[in-house]
């Protein structure tokens, strides 16, 4: 079985602060796993995913996250918050040879000016 | 590439009426999902597409809602009669494999069709 649990509902940062998205999966076979933004009134837009290459992966704007089997986690991260930040973030895992996606409830990320 | 095409993007409906939404997916992509979304939480699966043949409607209320994939490309999905609950974001993804580097399954989404039942 496949699920994956974020930690947190919501997430505050002053604007130019770092930010910490924690999420943490559980997988019976080797996952892939993604981070995935929407921003109001628009589609999730795919911002990294890692599929059993490179443990730290690089995305879109800015945004990182690493693999971390012995911790079961996820977690997102960029070293500076920008307004344009403010949005939803959801942590998605999936069975790396499968096509079921199997997603978070969601963080929602405010930047503060 | 050309990415996940919707439409119409909103719809406003009263309850009882129908209403259905269109999707295009990803060239080549051959699993194909329909997702609602109600304001505040996250996707829930409604339908999801192996081809034009059924993977999962487990959570599709099929007393008023169903999907086809007719010819294993574009799918469409509709509710008749609507309820207010109904309101909510319609997303259609596909996933497709990867190769080298950047190999993998990965699930792409289209903007959505906003769905509001008064």
């Known amino acids: 079985a496949q699920s994956v649990t974020q930690l947190d509902s919501h997430v505050s940062v002053s604007e130019g602060t770092p930010v910490l998205l924690r999420c943490n999966y559980s997988?019976?076979?080797?996952?892939?796993l993604f981070w995935y933004v929407q921003h109001p009134n628009k589609g999730l837009q795919l911002l990294l995913k890692?599929?059993?290459?490179?443990?730290l992966v690089k995305g879109i704007n800015g945004f990182e996250a690493e693999f971390k089997k012995s911790e079961t986690s996820f977690h997102l991260t960029k070293p500076s918050a920008h307004m344009s930040d403010a949005a939803e973030y959801f942590c998605?895992?999936?069975?790396?040879?499968?096509?079921?996606?199997?997603f978070g409830t969601g963080t929602s990320l405010t930047v503060i000016p | 590439e050309a990415g996940v095409a919707q439409s119409p993007r909103y719809k406003i409906i009263e309850k009882r009426q129908s209403v259905a939404f269109w999707c295009n997916p990803i060239?080549?992509?051959?699993?194909l999902y329909w997702y609602q979304q109600i304001l505040g939480q996250g996707p829930k699966l409604l339908i999801q597409?192996?081809?034009?043949?059924?993977?999962?409607d487990s959570q599709l209320p099929k007393d008023r809602f169903s999907a086809e994939r007719l010819k294993g490309v574009d799918s469409t999905l509709k509710i008749q009669p609507a309820k207010l609950e109904d309101s909510a974001v319609y997303l259609c993804?596909?996933?497709?494999?990867?190769?080298?580097?950047?190999?993998?399954?990965?699930?792409?989404f289209g903007e959505g069709s906003w769905l509001t039942v008064v």
């Open positions: 060239s080549g992509h051959a699993t």
């Open positions: 890692y599929t059993s290459a490179a443990t």
């Open positions: 997988s019976s076979y080797s996952p892939s």
């Open positions: 597409f192996q081809n034009n043949g059924v993977v999962d």
């Open positions: 998605v895992v999936s069975q790396n040879t499968g096509n079921q996606f199997y």
């Open positions: 993804a596909s996933s497709g494999w990867a190769q080298g580097a950047d190999s993998g399954n990965t699930i792409y």
